[in-house]
């Protein structure tokens, strides 16, 4: 009579520690989808994703330039990376098709006159592996010195973004 209530005593212990080890690992799960759908900090971002994004932000990639309406390639391969001006964003809607293999899209913002319509990603043509999106700023954008309300500025660039693509960014104001 013994060995049967203890065996059913150590199956409700492991019943027990796998529901909260499912809970807790759900918690943690859930925690970091909705921590990646907010806009971030470039900071957090690279502290967050590591040498994958480290390298696209900073490595030597592919790179496809959109600049003052003008597309331009540059190293060897598909392009992983594209960097476009602010007044250039007009430019991802159209069918291009080194868009493929782009991982990172930065968008430079250098000052308040630059500031691109909301983008659809959704509605981008060709980017299929599109993983990050990056905004840098050239100004002031709250306009007291810190970097308080970008989130907002940011996801006000992002209607209906999802969390799908990461969004991140950063002020470098050349001094």
């Known amino acids: 009579m013994f060995p ?8 409700l212990e492991w019943k027990w520690f ?3 080890s499912f809970c807790f690992f759900l ?11 907010s806009p971030v900090s470039s900071e957090k971002a690279l502290k967050i994703y590591g040498i994958s994004l480290q390298d696209l932000v900073t ?4 790179t496809l330039f959109i600049s003052n309406g003008e597309i ?39 000052s308040p006159k630059e500031i691109p319509d909301p983008i ?35 996801s006000g660039l992002l209607p209906g973004h999802d969390g799908a693509v990461i969004t991140f960014y950063e002020i470098t104001i050349a001094q």
């Open 4 to 11: 049967s209530v203890e065996k059913e005593s150590k199956t």
């Open 18 to 20: 796998f529901s909260i």
């Open 27 to 37: 918690l943690i799960a859930l925690s970091f989808q909705g921590y990646a759908q």
């Open 59 to 62: 490595g030597l990639n592919p």
């Open 72 to 110: 331009k390639t540059t190293g060897q391969g598909s392009p992983e990376v594209v960097i476009c001006d602010g007044s250039s964003a007009s430019l991802l809607y159209r069918s291009n098709p080194s868009f493929k293999k782009v991982k990172l899209l930065r968008i430079n913002i250098p």
């Open 120 to 154: 659809d990603l959704e509605a981008l043509q060709g980017f299929e592996n599109l993983q990050f999106v990056y905004f840098v700023f050239g100004y002031d954008v709250c306009g007291d010195g810190s970097a308080s309300c970008l989130g907002e500025k940011v």
